[in-house]
């Protein structure tokens, strides 16, 4: 039967390989000046912004400044900084004071509060995640979307709250928080990525065809065919907004099926070539190797003896 590519949901595939998960999280509250820089080594962050405002500054962003309801997730981050609405005076970074089940301290450490966040790692449950990850806005700042604005407020509720179960509670919510705010375009300030191509009607068309058909010999002539956009402009456009060459992103999502299919024993190494749209094993394999690092035979077998943790 016909399938119509406007059945096909892109970012559900992507978003249900990468199994994103609330792992850790942290009550934050400040008061005065304060600033903390880290490094997260690659690692998914989040901020959900509860009460007060504070300044949030990206390695490679403009420095944004953060308001009550606002949500910010960066899928892969690296250095981090954030400060007081009025920054301190002086260079020192600002040691966050532990007050006990989860609750932390900045700034000045006595009088009342303008500032209350939940900040944390979530996690990518996927062993692809190394490849998905680019297929995401390196950042997403969420501002003015009731659906967001309403789960971070429950957020803030059952955070503040000691009800039974409150921590499996709190997981679940951010958990849909995370994506609701991967697939938000309106009223988001979203790097390139999936979603800013999905939020162009003629470029989700030819996403949208690329996961509908992943085994076609597609070529950059025939995807601005089904964008109804010449080639250079489909190309200049993709790139612009997906932040990387169509090609570029049919190879990174075959190379994400290739490896869930050789995970889940779904074929040998030629079955899964073909299902992936190569025409031979080899081919597939000189791909793979090069965009995964070693092999598929060899990446087969380290999944098979994984132990399960």
Not at 138 to 158: F, I, K, N, P, S
Not at 205 to 213: D, S, W
Not at 227 to 252: I, K, N, T
């Amino acid at each position: 039967m016909f399938e119509s590519p406007a059945m096909v949901d892109p970012f559900a595939e992507v978003v249900a390989l990468l199994q994103p998960a609330a792992r850790f999280s942290k009550h934050v509250v400040g008061a005065g000046p304060w600033q903390i820089r880290r490094s997260d080594a690659g690692q998914p962050f989040y901020c959900a912004v509860l009460e007060g405002g504070c300044r949030l500054a990206l390695d490679g962003h403009e420095e944004i400044v953060l308001q009550a309801g606002d949500f910010v997730l960066i899928p892969a981050a690296f250095g981090v900084a954030m400060s007081s609405l009025v920054p301190p005076a002086g260079v020192a970074d600002s040691l966050p004071v532990a007050l006990g089940q989860g609750l932390f301290r900045v700034g000045e450490q006595q009088g009342p509060t303008d500032l209350r966040i939940l900040a944390g790692h979530c996690s990518f449950g996927s062993p692809d995640a190394a490849l998905l990850v680019p297929l995401l806005p390196q950042l997403v700042h969420v501002r003015g979307e009731q659906r967001l604005a309403t789960l971070v407020q429950l957020v803030g509720e059952e955070s503040r709250a000691q009800r039974p179960a409150r921590e499996v509670v709190l997981a679940r919510l951010l958990e849909v928080l995370l994506i609701e705010a991967l697939r938000s375009t309106a009223g988001t300030a979203a790097s390139p990525g999936l979603a800013r191509g999905l939020a162009d009607v003629r470029l989700a068309a030819a996403i949208r065809a690329m996961h509908e058909q992943p085994t076609r010999a597609w070529t950059v002539v025939e995807l601005a065919k089904e964008a109804a956009l010449s080639r250079s402009s489909f190309f200049d456009r993709f790139s612009r907004e997906v932040g990387m060459a169509p090609m570029a992103y049919l190879l990174a999502w075959r190379m994400a099926l290739a490896k869930d299919l050789l995970r889940r024993k779904e074929g040998g190494v030629a079955e899964i070539a073909e299902r992936v749209g190569y025409s031979s094993a080899s081919t597939f394999s000189v791909a793979f190797t090069r965009h995964v690092g070693r092999p598929p035979s060899q990446y087969a077998r380290e999944q098979a003896s994984a132990v399960p943790v």
